[in-house]
């Protein structure tokens, strides 16, 4: 399909956008911004194509960054390993809780959701003895055989490489046959369940699939920042998130890193103004939500490219 | 036996403010099929305005009232402005919405009445009274009388007024209301407001036993969301029955297992219900419809 | 191939179904009809494992199949069409008819991530065909189409073309010229005619007695959930009961 121009446009961005950046802090926020979008894009298969509602997601994002946290300073394994524990736990957690999380439906599923990742956050509060408990802990150094990348720019390739091949999974998912299955369970369960669609199946997979995309950028955030608290699988947390791809657009891969972006740097610009920022914050989603309910991308990809657009 | 009964009493005492919370999830969702995340908000108004109220020289029972005042039109705004405008919209659209207007009204919050932490004078006294070695605060009580003359009165309003039985009309079926000359919107505006005041008052009764705080409405409202889930979502008495289990489990379970684990226990419990029974305790279990 | 046996539904007070022996015959026409409220979309959603009968059973092949799930039941060889239109509006025409093909890809999650060469050549087979499928409902102009922006004729055919792409051995389809104008229940009945061409068993529950007649060898006429009558079309055409209960006053008069 038409995925590759935009795959191969987002990859000349990514790597121009270092040498048209002035300084490191902008680098720092668009770093922040990339990680967000990691986990972002994972959301939006769930909740944008296959239409299942998660409220909890930092819970998976807050295994990864503690895998990497807890695994390499108390446990002693390598950064990679520890990176990658956290992915296979928050899979097999995901996989887990699927089937009778995922049978939910509407305001259900949003509880379940919700009730599974304030679960998690409580945990990794209350477990001080492996994570520091409220205050945090530090985090060692990511180092991949003997390189360790450090400094805002070798940051940026790090975390951009990783945005562009979850950008590439995703796409392929999406115009995959699973991927017109999640759709389709999104669009109709009868329809899909009438041809063979076993949408358990399904929403689990693409549940598990969101889970790990979560932990790895969990993982990265861990190693880029160097600390953790529990505020990073807290519910706010997993509502920024859920913010990020609905702002952005659902159904949008576009939309989940537009989304990203607008939502990491809006409370940096607006952080001076103490109480304010949340003001602007919760209006700007009430206005953004009342005017373009399906978001920023689609709506605006529908106003001026016609609407066959579909980044 | 004392122990238990103290756990009992504060089991009692904190659910009653659940139910009130999970009352206002329950009247919004069967009005409108919303949840509105930002009922956290309204108990947190609830208490926060009292104090400053009271602090400000007014009489308590007029703190209070100012209270139930300030959040009922936060209800009513928060539904003309930005619920009627989206009101076809997706689940999580509106989900989003309320949760805007959430930290909205936490931001103004916290600009008007700062961070600190506040605590509201008990209506009447401090003295403890013992029944059977445990110790009862009279603000307890309270707590327990307001809350069931809330219950009464919504019974009341539902069985016996007009703008009552609409709204029931309108959660059991939207069009048929509207052929029958229902007016969705003042339906819809009545439920936020009734929330509104609901939580109010939930909060103005729970200001003296635990602080209050901007950001206090959060936990609470979400321990609302799961006592109304608990008790099958749109169900009056299964809001009420939801909020009391959920206030015993959390009082037995901080007494007798963990009180770290305290905060997760509605959260593990409404995750076992929903396992076992997708629409909670008391939700209908109707057919879908191809 | 298909048999019903004792086959009855209950929601809560409504007996909806009740006692219904019926049997299918692979390779013919067959049509359920009855007044509103008869049962018969009941009838189709327990065959397709929407619902779970409450008495009696389904068999396939011989075999109990009552209860099984929608998608097993579809890799079983039955699809279907809905009353109320279940198209997935933010998926091209094409992409829906694909859609019907799914039992036929492969769906592995790690192949659908990178996209292997397999998967995409499968992909490719599956789009042509269901472009032919849209070729043979007549719907071919639509295919790049998105559903939600096309006409209601359209899409009633998209649901047929969508549940051909199953390869089915039953086709249900609920009724499909509700809605329709004349010349369009014309071709529908051309469309049904050849579709039992391919040697699949159709059956179809309508309200047009025309194209009910036209199309069907056998009719199944239920009321109030109960078999009223079964036979040829002409049998239940001249049936007294059927004619007091169904046909009546069109035909009395």
Known sequence: MARWPWLTGFALLLAALPWAVPNAYLLDVINRIGINAIAVIGLNLVMGYAGQVSLGHAGFFGIGAYASAVLTSRYGWPPLAALAGGMAGAGALAFAVARPILRLKGHYLAMATLGLGIILSIVITNEAGFTGGPDGMPVDALSVAGFSPSGERQWYFVIAVCLWCAAWLAGNLVDSPMGRALRALHGSEPAARSVGVDTARYKARVFVIAAVLASLSGSLFAHYVGFVTPQVASF???????????????????????????????PQALAEFEGWEMVAFGALLILVMVLMPRGLVPTLARRFGGARARA | MAEFLQFLFSGVTSGSIYALAALGFAIIFNASGVINFAQGEFIMLGGMVSVFLAAAGLALPFAVLGAVLVAVVAGLVLEKAAIEPARSAETVTLIIITIGASILIQGVAQIVFGKGQHALRPFSGEAPIVIGGASLLPQSLWVLGVSALMVAGLWLFFNRTLPGKAMLAVSANRLGAELVGIDIRRTWLTAFGLSGALGAVAGALAAPITMTSYDAGLMLGLKGFVAATLGGLGSGLGAVAGGLILGLLEAMTAGYVSSAYKDAVPFVAILLVLFFLPRGLFGSRAAERV | ?????????????????????????????????????????????????????????????????????????????????FQNLQVVGAMSAEENVMLGAHLCLSQGTLASLLHLPGLRRADRECRAEALEWLRFTGIAEYAGRLAEAMPYGALKRLEIARAMAARPRVLFLDEPAAGLNQSEKLAMRELILAIADKGITVVLVEHDMKLVMGVSEHILVLDYGRKLAEGAAAEVRANPEVIAAYLGEAEAH
């Open chain 3, 1 to 81: 191939m298909l048999a019903l046996e004792g086959v009855g539904m209950r929601f809560g007070g409504v007996q909806a179904l009740a006692g219904v022996d019926w049997r299918v015959d692979a390779g013919r026409v067959h049509a359920v009809i009855g007044p509103n409220g008869a049962g018969k979309t009941t009838l189709f959603n327990v065959i397709t494992g929407v619902y779970r009968p409450t008495q009696g059973c389904v068999l396939l092949d011989g075999q109990d199949v009552s209860g099984l799930p929608p998608d097993r039941l579809a890799a079983r060889g039955l699809a279907r069409t």
């Open chain 1, 236 to 266: 706010m947390h997993s509502i920024e998130l859920v913010t990020m791809a609905v702002v952005g657009g659902l159904a949008s891969i576009g939309g989940s890193v537009a989304g990203a972006a607008l939502l990491t740097v809006l």
